[in-house]
């Protein structure tokens, strides 16, 4: 069986100045160099926070030492909820961070969870053992943790504030032991 010569032979030769990149070809590039500006964007927040205005869902997950934990357990005081996964390199950048942040923060009265999207705990005391984490881990339900918390991106960070009102977000990662976000949300133990 004989076929004609492909597509591809055929541009091989032709002039540079008479192929045309395609509208596809042309949108796949600016998706990509969008996407590789992506993370310097969300690193570059430093610690900036979005102000939001809703309530924590209810829940009821697990933490890693197999407690239950639900919405009424962050009653009466400020948390740092942050929305994690092992394989998510810009989340395991940000947990040295978050530990110093931790260590201030719980004297201070304000609570932080580390809710892991969908890992086992196998996975996850596998990789603290590693990169540990000093602050409570909850095991959250894969994309359902997300979703509930309207979270759509990794790592999201939701400040809940006593009343049980998310009222800041971080999308991406932050500076957690920046001192100036750490007083900030100490503030918060105290209003």
Known sequence: MTSGPCRRARLVHEHPSTVRPS???????????IAAAVPFTLSAAGVELDEVDRPAPAFDLETLGGERLDLAALDGKPWVVNFWATWCSSCVEEIPAMNTAWATLESAGVGMLAVNVGETP???EAFIERVPIDFPIVLGHGATALSDWDAHVMPTTLIVDAAGQVIFEALGPRDWDDPSLIERLAALAAD
């Open 122 to 124: 196998e996975a996850i």
């Open 23 to 33: 509208r596809r070809r042309l949108a796949t590039l600016a998706l990509t160099l």
